[in-house]
């Protein structure tokens, strides 16, 4: 008969948390195992109420009815402690088990009454009639106290329930202990849950408990009859010789094969074989279990787990769980085929072996280490020699002992997302170099077409002045002869009429006719008029040669007074009133300057921009007063009986020297003001507030490069709707 041992170990039980701890045999160990093995064995199959503990108190084994009465599920009890279960026994109960364990009673029976149920007990808390308990110590083959079985029963209702009491060796008879064990040997084995039978050295059956004969459908009788080759459908006659040498080397076995029942059906099972000595005659004492559930379950979790496997192999990212104590449990074949190793090389390997990401072992750690049952992270690792990144998506499960780790690669979504923070990059300083590129074409637009504006400005008022100064200085030079030559004939005429009194009637007639009284008092009157204007030509002419300064392309001292008088005099005819507009009242209140270093004909036409704009400004005020609301320093007159407010517009000039470095410049005006919005804008080239036909929008955004740029100045102003607006020209003194 060929055997198929599931595994050379002995199985010890289930712990509190279900697992089953395994021991490996080896041959040097079966003989001081063999006896734990047997009690065990019978502890778990008794009918009656008992269980097998080692040196510590803690439960090897227990039979089915010890956790039946005590309200545990199965294999909780399992590495427990004997006092954590009852904690209310009385103190001479954990004497009594010291003194068995120490070999000093070789036997220890004692009552205790209803207050001692287990405290797992899902039943009531009290017993409701005394227990016997029964401490027994067991030896293993070298003769050692290994640890105690206990028994427990009910006795009669008659017996004492709260006393404790406990019968040594030398109260015992020793033949009734000889008579007792065989007889719990043959209940346990005769009523256990799991089929037991016993075989002679040549296959036959000598002995078959009940649950054997229901598993088979045989009588005990029938049972007898057979051999284990006609209910073990892979075991044969000839396999027995090699089978029974095996046993008797080991002690044990453990293997998985086939049985089938009295009316041909098969059924898988776990056989437990332990070899046997009675009497000189050598037994095979065979225990089966019925695993068809089991295998069902193995084969329906391997399906599950084959299934699971198949689905994670289809992720497109690396995937593996990892156990608590930092060991791979497993990968799935992207991981695998990216670090070239076998998936099962993975298995039981310490998180790290690989040495190829330092990130992902930190991040394994933190996890396993924080309250966080997900948890999400970037990390770095390095595949092939090339450095990848990875979006780690970690869930923990199984209570916290373990957690799936998914990795997707997103190395080009980086890159690209890099890439495209570049190209945003590029684009933001090409538009910011569009931006100053398209200001500094604003500027140099601005300064070509005031520069060709002042040019032909220029040359025209010097044109003009030149032309008319010729003629001007003509009249003018002549005016003065003029006059001498007329006084010296008037004086001629009166000579005449002193020594000629009575002169001809043709002479006579003309003088009438000529009213020459008359003629010679206002001719006299006729020469000083001519005069003043040839002069006010003169001052004209010179105010426009002084204002366009073309003969001056170099930084000069200059009078900044005479500037403003040249520019006033030319826009004195705006001063004056017309439409309906009062005249402009203007104030000069001039500090004592010295001479600035400074392009005298730049400086005047920023004063130019500025009164113009300040005229216009007191002119749309006087136009449209409704649209400005309420302007400040108006004036009320008495009209007829009635009070009529009326608009006094003024233009205030005032220098001044600031910190003795600097002189300052302030045109003010009472006109509508400007609001915030406006003020904001007011040096851009291009903003006007007027009309387009009427303003070109570059008046203020000159004047701020020539008092800025090209003077290193400041331009400042200050304005609000209603009280008017001030410009503050600020220019350093320079030296002389």
Not at 73 to 93: M, Q, T, V
Not at 146 to 151: Q, S, T, V
Not at 199 to 228: M, P, R, W
Request: charged share 25%; glycine share 6%.
């Amino acid at each position: 008969m060929q055997t198929k041992p599931v595994q050379q170990k002995i199985r010890l039980g289930r712990y509190a948390d279900g697992t089953i701890p395994t021991i490996a045999q080896q041959p040097s160990e079966a003989s001081m195992c063999e006896n734990k093995d047997r009690f065990r064995r019978l502890v778990e199959h008794s009918a009656d109420k008992a269980a097998m503990v080692d040196c510590e108190m803690r439960y090897l084994a227990v039979s089915r009815r010890w956790e039946t009465d005590c309200g545990l599920d199965s294999g909780k009890a399992i590495g427990r402690s004997h006092w954590e279960l009852f904690p209310n026994l009385p103190e001479c109960c954990q004497q009594n088990a010291r003194a068995c364990l120490t070999g000093i009673l070789e036997y220890s029976e004692f009552v205790v009454g209803r207050s001692t149920s287990s405290v797992v007990s899902k039943k009531e808390d009290v017993v409701t009639v005394p227990l016997k308990w029964v401490f027994r110590p067991w030896k293993n083959s070298a003769g050692a106290i290994g640890g105690l079985m206990l028994f427990a029963s009910e006795i009669a209702e008659d017996m004492p329930e709260t006393n404790c009491y406990n019968k040594s060796s030398s109260d015992v008879n020793n033949n009734k202990q000889l008579e007792t064990r065989p007889q719990l040997t043959q209940i346990a084995l005769d009523n256990a849950a799991d089929t037991v039978f016993f075989t002679t050295s040549d296959g036959q059956i000598c002995y078959a408990n009940k649950a054997a004969c229901h598993l088979f459908g045989y009588s005990k009788s029938e049972l007898l009859k057979l051999t284990v080759s006609d209910l073990d459908s892979q075991f044969s006659a000839s396999d027995l010789p090699e089978h029974w040498t095996q046993l008797k080397q080991q002690s044990n076995l453990t293997f998985e094969t086939s049985y089938k029942t009295k009316n041909g059906a098969s059924f898988p099972v776990e056989v437990k074989v332990n070899y046997l000595e009675y009497d000189g005659c050598e037994y095979r004492c065979a225990i089966a279990r019925d695993i068809s559930d089991r295998q069902a379950a193995g084969s329906a979790l391997l399906e599950a787990k084959e299934q699971l496997q198949a689905v994670l192999d289809a992720v497109p990212g690396l995937v593996s769980w990892v156990s608590s104590d930092l060991r791979y449990l497993g990968v799935n074949r992207h991981l695998a085929t990216a670090y070239q190793i076998p998936a099962e090389q993975f298995i039981g390997q310490k998180v790290g072996f690989l040495d190829t990401s330092p990130k992902f072992n930190d991040l394994v750690y933190d996890f396993f280490s924080s309250h966080e049952s997900k948890k999400y992270e970037e990390v770095t690792a390095s595949i092939k020699g090339d450095n990848k990144t990875y979006l780690i998506v970690a869930q923990k499960y199984q209570k916290s002992t373990a957690a799936v780790f998914v990795g997707l690669d997103i190395t080009e979504s980086k890159q690209s997302l890099v890439a495209l923070q570049k190209s945003e990059e590029c684009l933001r300083q090409q538009a910011t170099k569009l931006e100053q590129t398209l200001l500094v074409l604003q500027q140099t637009q601005t300064q070509l077409i005031q520069t060709e504006k002042m040019s032909s400005l220029g040359q025209l008022v010097a044109g003009i002045a030149h032309e008319i100064n010729n003629p001007v200085s003509f009249i003018s030079g002549n005016i003065s002869h003029a006059n001498n030559y007329i006084e010296e004939l008037l004086r001629l005429i009166e000579l005449y009429q002193k020594y000629y009194p009575n002169p001809v009637p043709e002479i006579q007639d003309l003088m009438e006719e000529l009213d020459l009284e008359f003629t010679k008092k206002d001719l006299q009157k006729l020469l000083i008029s001519m005069k003043v204007g040839s002069e006010r030509i003169r001052d004209v002419v010179r105010s426009l040669r002084l204002f366009s300064r073309t003969d001056e392309a170099q930084m000069k001292p200059a009078d900044i007074h005479e500037g403003l008088d040249s520019t006033l005099l030319i826009l004195q005819n705006r001063l004056q009133a017309k439409g309906g507009r009062p005249g402009i009242n203007l104030i000069k209140e001039y500090g004592d300057l010295p001479r600035v270093r400074c392009y005298a004909g730049q400086l005047n036409q920023v004063f130019m921009h500025l009164l113009t704009n300040a005229i216009d400004a007191l002119e749309e005020g006087g136009r449209n007063p409704e649209k400005y609301g309420t302007i400040q320093n108006h004036s009320l007159l008495s009209a007829g009986g009635s009070r009529a407010e009326v608009f006094n517009p003024e233009i205030r000039i005032r220098t001044f020297v600031v910190a003795e470095s600097e002189v300052a410049i302030a045109i003010s005006d009472n006109g509508p003001g400007m609001t915030e919005e406006v003020l904001g804008c007011i040096f851009e080239p291009l903003f006007t507030t007027k009309s387009q036909a009427t303003s070109t929008g570059l008046g203020l955004a000159i004047s701020q490069h020539l008092v800025v740029e090209k003077h290193g100045g400041e331009l400042r102003c200050f304005s609000h709707p209603g009280y008017g607006t001030e410009l503050i020209v600020k220019i350093a003194i320079g030296d002389d």
